[in-house]
């Protein structure tokens, strides 16, 4: 018997680096997994090797920032399978990276209401279904903001993942009595796709990089950057009961780049 046989999970971003890896992980672990993504065709792979290796797997094309798509999406899951166990909430875009002075207001509101509001939303929606039995969610959320400033223009990232662990909190305070754990991972660089989500405005950095010279290479732990595959074995951890008094807590999985 694995961990989680009989489990529903809900996993956002799953196409593609820390979601795929997290969905793979948790369907080998015996969970049923939705795969919700902007694009229904980019998540056909995923389906496909979990289905391969006799796992089930649902695709919900979704934009997380909409509120009704959200909320259509858990009910198409809870119409297939009658419930959620697991929400995943880990779709995320760095956006536009650029100086303060020139991040323009629709740039900023873009990163923010993906990764913020869009959490809020991934959240709010599944607690009709999880109350009544309680479950696991986990927040990807980033050592940027949390522990780190050094990532220059990164302003509106950083502020949604920070955000992001605020709201875990209060979240996992509050749905403590209906069982649901809650808990933020944050993670350092992980070798995904989420360049092609990524926009620096190379000539305005310039001008506010302050020349610091760091130690050769930023990871203590390991020569490279974290795998996808590293990250979800600990979402498998947060969303198993192997983590059952575990709720409310930031778990920074980064090789200890963080405190370079
Ligand atoms: N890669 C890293 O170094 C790193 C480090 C810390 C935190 N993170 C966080 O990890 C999470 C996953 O990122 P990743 O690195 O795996 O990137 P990725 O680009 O490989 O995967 C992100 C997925 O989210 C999807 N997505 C983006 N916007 C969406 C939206 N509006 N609605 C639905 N789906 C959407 C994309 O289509 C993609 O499949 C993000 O929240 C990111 O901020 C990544």
């Given at each position: 018997?694995?961990q989680?046989d009989?489990?529903?999970?809900?996993?956002?971003?799953?196409?593609?680096?820390?979601?795929?890896?997290?969905?793979?992980?948790?369907?080998?672990?015996?969970?049923?997994?939705?795969?919700?993504?902007?694009?229904?065709?980019?998540a056909r792979?995923?389906?496909?090797?979990?289905?391969?290796?006799?796992g089930?797997?649902?695709?919900?094309?979704?934009?997380i920032?909409?509120?009704?798509e959200?909320?259509?999406?858990?009910?198409?899951?809870?119409?297939?399978?009658?419930?959620?166990?697991?929400?995943?909430?880990?779709?995320?875009?760095?956006?536009?990276?650029?100086?303060?002075?020139d991040?323009?207001?629709?740039?900023?509101?873009?990163?923010?209401?993906?990764?913020?509001k869009?959490?809020?939303?991934?959240?709010?929606?599944?607690?009709?279904?999880?109350?009544?039995?309680?479950?696991?969610?986990i927040?990807?959320?980033?050592?940027n903001?949390?522990r780190?400033?050094k990532?220059?223009?990164?302003?509106a990232?950083?502020?949604?993942?920070?955000?992001?662990t605020?709201?875990?909190?209060m979240?996992?305070?509050?749905?403590?009595?209906?069982?649901?754990?809650?808990?933020?991972?944050?993670?350092?660089?992980?070798?995904?796709?989420?360049?092609?989500?990524?926009?620096?405005?190379?000539?305005?950095?310039?001008?506010?990089?302050?020349?610091?010279?760091?130690?050769?290479?930023?990871?203590?732990?390991?020569?490279?950057?974290?795998?996808?595959?590293?990250?979800?074995?600990?979402?498998?951890?947060?969303?198993?009961d192997?983590?059952s008094?575990?709720?409310?807590?930031?778990?920074?999985?980064?090789?200890?780049?963080?405190l370079?």
């Amino acid at each position: 018997m694995s961990q989680l046989d009989g489990k529903v999970a809900f996993i956002t971003g799953a196409s593609s680096g820390i979601g795929r890896a997290a969905a793979i992980k948790l369907a080998q672990e015996g969970a049923k997994v939705a795969l919700i993504d902007v694009k229904e065709e980019n998540a056909r792979d995923v389906k496909e090797s979990i289905e391969e290796s006799g796992g089930s797997a649902l695709i919900v094309e979704c934009d997380i920032a909409k509120p009704k798509e959200m909320e259509q999406s858990y009910q198409k899951v809870v119409d297939a399978w009658g419930k959620v166990d697991i929400v995943f909430a880990n779709a995320g875009i760095n956006g536009v990276i650029a100086p303060i002075e020139d991040l323009a207001p629709e740039d900023w509101d873009e990163t923010i209401n993906t990764n913020l509001k869009g959490t809020f939303l991934t959240v709010k929606y599944a607690i009709p279904y999880m109350k009544k039995h309680g479950g696991s969610i986990i927040i990807t959320s980033s050592i940027n903001g949390n522990r780190i400033y050094k990532n220059f223009g990164m302003s509106a990232y950083s502020t949604s993942k920070i955000g992001q662990t605020g709201f875990g909190k209060m979240a996992a305070l509050e749905l403590a009595q209906y069982k649901i754990k809650v808990n933020i991972i944050c993670p350092g660089a992980i070798e995904t796709n989420i360049g092609k989500n990524t926009f620096p405005q190379e000539d305005e950095l310039e001008k506010i990089k302050i020349p610091v010279e760091y130690p050769e290479g930023n990871q203590p732990l390991e020569e490279h950057a974290g795998k996808p595959e590293q990250v979800a074995d600990l979402v498998f951890f947060l969303a198993s009961d192997l983590s059952s008094h575990i709720t409310g807590t930031e778990v920074y999985i980064d090789g200890a780049e963080s405190l370079l």
